[in-house]
């Protein structure tokens, strides 16, 4: 799922790297197919050991959650010829477990067994200008989905099982949130008290910047031709994510066809939803939540959004406003949170 659409304007805002008071770190680099940035603000940093930190844990997320990675734990597991279970890390048990609380409470609309349904429409090996799916073959795609069906975790023993040996995990929507989270959690052991930790949009935040001000995040328009700032957000000690469906699509005789599939339906979804913003306790779950919020859509996932009490930030289409024109709704923990830094 794309996952490059929040814009850390504290990144922008953050003073020069090395202040005497207080002192800055930033570090970036390459990770999980996008890239990452960090700001760490505190006394007697050491710039060299923090990038070697990050770059370990990063090394070991990927080595857990990375699809890419035919050795990683999660490929070795989709690989799996048979359906007995597999004694998997503690890391993995944290992320299966959200995963499944987020499938559930969604009614489904975030799936990690999706796999058969990404290749069928085309954001596999299947190339866009294929047809597009009958009816008949998104049943039988159907039948591979649905993690509460195939997926069994066992976290007493750390043990995960699948019900049919070709059941595969694909963790690109919660994955990059658990590794905002770890590395947020390998700076604090560097006793951090103050950083914003960013992988390909997704973030988690701590404390104050430079400035000593509440970190500030820019949610992205979902203009087509340019960059631009919808809203600015206060996230300090939150995570926050943003997922839409305005850059990864196809067309197919003048039909638009988002890579946002819905698990239960076995289609993309249609309703004029683009973008969706979750601000959580952790990356993780703002990732996974911003996921399941974009496949329901305003009008199914505000009351999802209430009856769980999470902050999410919708912006929708226009429909009677043109191509870059949109609507914008939040939930009341949303609205809460921009009243409680007024």
Known sequence: MSRWLALPVALMLSGC?????????????????????????GEDLDPEALGAAVEATLADVNAKMSNWDPKSEVSTFSARADTAPMQVSPEFVTVIGAANEVHEKSGGKFDITLGPLIELWGFGPRKPEDPIP??????AALEGVGQARLLTLDQATSTLAKARPETGINLSAIAKGYGVDAVAETLRG???DDYMVEIGGDLVTRGKNDKGEAWRIGIERPDHGAQSVQLVVPVSDYGMATSGDYRNYFEHEGQRYSHILDPVTGRPVTHRTTSVTVIADSAMMADAWATAMLVLGLDQGLKVAEAHKLAVFFIERDAQGGAEAYMTAQSSAFAD???AAD
């Open 337 to 339: 949170l921009l009243n």
């Open 190 to 192: 560097f006793e951090i």
């Open 134 to 139: 009958s009816d008949s073959e998104i049943t």
């Open 17 to 41: 790297l090395f202040d005497a008071e207080p002192e800055v770190v930033k570090l970036s680099g390459d990770t999980m197919g996008t890239t990452y940035h960090i700001t760490a603000i």
